[in-house]
């Protein structure tokens, strides 16, 4: 058996040394990726988006319900306008804290002063004047409203159980404004019967 030597010893030594070092690089780059990774995640959630837009949307606080349509979809809608000067891209509706209910599609109808809103309605309407109504619609994220403009945003609604009611407290709007994105909240809490209301 060869005997190991001081010189053999040492080498080894240094050999390790560096191994080592490479080693606590290596770990000191991910412990330092890992902090930037976090800190920019806390960074997004105390960044939420902004509600002082100018859209105005919503009116005096209350309810509607709707009793779910023997044929399509029910509806529920909302009134907006832009209160600036300048023009807001409609960018997509979604429901707070719904209960046995979601949100399927989302329309905007362009309102002239004077015009009747949809409260609620069907995917497929009754009255000639609400299938004309019905048909001028267009999908929400294709609508951009120029100042003084208003239009009646509807959402579609399925029932997640067709027999229990589904509510929300209100349906959210996201659009963008010079860059920013912003939201809007209506005022009417929303219920969905299977059959009535009442």
Known sequence: MKPITQEAL???FMRNRFD???????IGWWRTSIIVLITLSLAGCSNPIATDGPLAMGGRPGQVCIPD????LAVVGAVIRNTGDTN????RTSLIDPVG???VEAYAISMDYGDTAVGATSTRPETQAAKRLWRSKSHLNSVVLKPGEAANILVSLRLENEHHKGRAAAIELTYAFQGTAYIAQSSTRILLAPESCF
């Not at 080592?20 to 290596?26: E, I, V, Y």
């Not at 807001?88 to 960018?91: E, F, G, P, T, Y």
Request: aromatic letters at 0%; glycine letters at 4%.
């Open 10 to 12: 040492h080498q080894d």
């Open 20 to 26: 080592l070092a490479d080693l606590s690089k290596t």
């Open 69 to 72: 349509p023997t044929e399509g």
């Open 88 to 91: 807001v891209a409609l960018d």
């Open 101 to 103: 209910l979601s949100a």
